[in-house]
């Protein structure tokens, strides 16, 4: 009896163990709806020949940028009624890996969003091949052509750009204000930058702190002012030394002593990369690296006035280019490739769409575009353009390449910003730290070429 | 006569079987096939986006050798279980013994007690966890009443995991019901005897309600571990889902998800799932075969 007893339960315990790796494995596509199978491929010979088209994009982002979208989206439906379009979003911590799920399965959407990780997708085959819509359905004809190359690997176009924007350090001015030191203008260097977030800390008391650490969102930007880069694509493998890591990790653990840095168990329950949680929105952290589009959704949630200014100085000048964003893909399964190109297009090109979606994802990426949203700026975006265009002055007679995130770039993101705290909660010295962050970020390059 | 004895057995293993057939159609249809899937697909390369490569034992060969948050994930759900079953069933015990004291309205104690085991696993009360124990939240707040300076609950890697205990600690109901019901079962007379002789209520306690409660226990304990070693939410919710700050929320569960979803190696992902079955399998073994020496079944001859 009680041997039978056993054998059941030990049954049991398999099986129920065993679910653990059903339920991984469903995760992510309980959203997923494959879409519905339309045999006759000839639907895609002409778009306009009344047969009716359903094409699914998904995003990431929040509900604001979710409303726009889909109004963008509905326009689109009404100037293209035989296309059907679903949209599908998600926030962005849990967007890619919905996103890699749909792909394994093949029921990934028609468009989707990808931003700096393109190449991780590249890599793999999975992206839409646009060049044959170039000049057809797919009018690029206004875009930048730094833009287009952007999107264009291993001789493909596979990437849209759908907003560009420059990185640069947000200032609550208000701290500034009650500490009672000038906001700082372009052209300052990283010692000023040190100081005056120390000097901020120290007026302002118990709780405020200059700066937010962002040793892992702008290693890319200090290697770059030192004549490097993170990932040098050309030669598939690092673009630094260990030496200009040690550097960069060693100067925001010196700065971090002088009580100005936001410290490690803050930044864990107050995320660097979330407005709506900012110590910058909050008034507690005066200086933060920020990507320009955010501005608006930073300024949205405070009273007190925020401006940017571009990043301290180093040997190179600031690191910063006029980049994209993020942008559109098409999925290379997709059955209405000629659907994908003019969604696109549409995207990008529309005027009233582009009303619609303001610097929401960056500024646009065509010329005429972008004039129209400049006639009719808020006070945000005002500061927004105005700093971008510092930007693109400064590159001129600066300027730097193009930041691709290296291959592996979710595992690289979440080792590297491991070390960070590994160093902020002193685990490890910063040499340490530095060394085996090295030989880690080496290890997932490879892994993932 | 010994046939018919026979027969009669063949008669109820044909009943038992009818009743497992649901399970039974479940697991060969359901869930045999992706566990064959992620036996193969754990001795291949596979980046769930291109086809998967045959490379034998080397997922296994790399997790055993070099893989350091491996074993320090491994190390921290062990941590976890062996913390939170045994804390778990303590508490429901009590609160078991409580209730059994013949309060009157039993029922409503006992569904409100039930409740957070129903919504515990959820992610909108890992969320509201969070909100309680986070650097300013309710219980700081609480201690600074007291003049105690919390630190913060859940950024701190030292912190965090008792969070995460907590929170499976509260969800006791279903191992209260079930000591409740085995409480019920315990005949009186055994107390009323061992009153007669004096024995108080911890010798009452430890030399009758424990023994005549240890299959109870016994089952309680390795639904525990096996629920346990598979919590995935509370980690994923309450830490930053990448299983920060300093993998202090690197439960295996979400380590393997990350791997396998997140950074494009199901194949060791699917190694990682089959190493964690044969530990489960492992550890419920060694309950199942300890369990002779402690777990006492009434109906027994030797009377152990």
Known sequence: MLKRQRQLAVGAVVAISMLATACSGGTGAGGAVSSSPSPDNAGGTNAGGGEQVELRVMWWGDQARADITNQVLKLFMDKNPNIKVIGEFAPSSGYFDKLNTQLASGTAADVFFLGGNVVDYANKDVLLDLTPYVGNELDLSDMDPAMIQYGTLADKLVHVSAGANARGIVVNTKLFEQAGIPVPQDGWNWDDYARISNEIAAKLGDGYYGTYNFTFEGMDIAYKQNGAQLYDMAAGKLGFEEKNALDWFGYWSKTSEGGGVVTPELAVSHPIDDPSKSLITSGKAAMNLIPSNQLGAYQGLTEDPLTMVQLPRGPKGTGVVFESSQGLSGYAKTEHPKEVAMLISFFINDPEAAKILGNNRGVPVTSKNRSLLEAEASDVDKIVYDYTSRVSDATKTEPFAVSYNPPGNAEFEKMGKTTVQEIGFGRKTVEQAVKDFYQNAVKILNSNQ | ?304
């Open chain 2, 1 to 304: 006569m010994g046939t018919s004895r026979k027969s009669l057995a063949r008669d109820q293993n044909r009943t038992a079987y009818l009743f497992l057939l649901p399970w039974l159609l479940g697991f060969f249809l359901l869930t045999a096939g992706p566990m064959a899937g992620s036996l193969y697909l754990s001795l291949t390369k596979y980046t769930l986006l291109s086809p998967p490569t045959w490379i034998g034992v080397e997922n296994y060969a790399r997790i055993f050798a070099e893989d350091d948050t491996f074993r320090g994930s491994l190390w921290l759900t062990f941590k976890y279980v062996f913390l939170s079953v045994p804390l778990k069933l303590a508490f429901a015990l009590m609160i078991a013994m409580v209730l059994n004291k013949g309060l009157r309205a039993i029922g409503l104690y006992r569904t409100v007690y039930y409740i957070p085991s129903l919504l515990g696993g959820s992610v909108a009360i890992a969320i509201v966890w969070r909100q309680i124990f986070d650097g300013t939240g309710a219980v700081n707040r609480a201690l600074a009443w007291l003049g105690i300076e919390g630190p913060s609950w859940i950024a701190h890697p030292d912190y965090i995991i008792h969070t995460i205990v907590t929170l499976s600690v509260w969800q006791f109901g279903s191992a209260m019901v079930i000591f409740l019901a085995g409480l019920k079962q315990i005949p009186s007379d055994l107390y009323e005897a061992a009153q007669v002789d004096g024995a108080n209520g911890w010798r009452r306690f430890s030399r009758i309600t424990l023994p005549m409660l240890t299959p109870v226990i016994f089952f309680n304990l390795v639904m525990g571990v096996i629920n346990s070693f598979q919590a995935f939410t509370p980690a994923f919710v309450i830490g930053d889902g990448r299983g920060g700050p300093l993998d202090a929320t690197m439960f295996y569960t979400l380590y393997l998800y990350l791997k396998g979803f997140s950074f494009f190696e199901m194949g060791y992902a699917s190694a990682l799932a089959w190493i964690m079955l044969l530990i489960i399998g492992l550890l419920t073994a060694v309950i199942f075969v300890t369990s002779k020496y402690w777990v006492f079944y009434g109906d027994n001859k030797e009377g152990r």
